[in-house]
């Protein structure tokens, strides 16, 4: 069992918006802003999309965007797109365990 | 431009030993640090160790203490993941990642293509 809650599954279609959401702690997300998002595709390694709760790496597209209340943190994904279609992952530092990961979410792109 | 490059792909028996690698390229002086992300099939992610290609400092997740040796050769820039005894249950994808700045609370901005590893009879 992952130490952060993510549904297994979500859909949406081309254009539409996604969350996805990761509930955790006050021990993690709740206490720190070290969020992070990654998205897989399978048979390849993650990449980072999101980190520090809402920031951006240089080249991930301003459709991804993250938040945090309280001890959820969230990921949307604006104007769905077919390339957007993977597993995603949260993370979070955490107190007596450094990274904690979810258990990942399966993005379907209709 | 930092860059891993992780060793190739494993099959072993239970009981036996193995050594994975994961040479780095491109750090920065102040940040050499490497981690190991577990990722067994179909599952998520999980966070085994990590080390300071620099001085070798290691920390290890709970779970995983005494499981793994993460160690390194730092005239290689190589950071190595050990088992001295696998088991069927370490049948997995380990990937090694970099935090970003080197702080424990960073994100993994470049990783490994991944080592897959089968234990089995």
């Known amino acids: 069992q992952s130490a952060l809650t993510q549904p297994a599954s979500v859909s949406g279609s081309p254009g539409q918006s996604i969350t996805i959401s990761c509930t955790g702690s006050s021990s993690d997300i709740g206490y720190y802003n070290y969020v992070s998002w990654y998205k897989q595709h399978p048979g390849t390694a993650p990449k980072l999309m999101i980190y520090?709760?809402?920031d951006r790496p240089s080249g991930v597209p301003d459709r991804f965007s993250g938040s945090k209340s309280g001890n959820t943190a969230s990921l949307t994904i604006s104007g769905l797109q077919a390339e957007d279609e993977a597993d995603y992952y949260c993370s979070s530092y955490a107190t007596s365990t450094s990274v904690v990961f979810g258990g990942g979410t399966k993005l379907t792109v209709l | 431009e930092v860059q891993l490059v992780q060793s190739g792909e494993e099959v072993k028996k239970p009981g036996e030993s193995l050594r994975i690698s994961c040479k780095g390229s491109?750090?920065?002086?102040?940040?050499?640090?490497i981690s190991w992300v577990r990722q067994m099939p179909g599952k998520g992610l999980e966070l085994m160790g990590r080390?300071?290609?620099?001085?070798?400092?290691?920390n290890y997740s709970p779970s995983f203490q005494g499981h793994v040796t993460i160690s390194a050769d730092k005239s290689l820039s190589t950071a190595y993941l050990q088992w001295s005894s696998l088991t069927a249950s370490d049948t997995a994808i380990y990937y090694c990642?970099?935090?970003?700045?080197?702080?424990?609370?960073?994100?993994?901005?470049?990783w490994g293509q991944g080592t897959a590893v089968t234990v089995s009879s």
């Open positions: 491109g750090f920065s002086r102040t940040n050499q640090w």
């Open positions: 520090d709760v809402s």
């Open positions: 080390i300071d290609l620099s001085d070798s400092i290691t």
């Open positions: 990642a970099r935090p970003r700045s080197g702080w424990e609370s960073d994100p993994f901005d470049v």
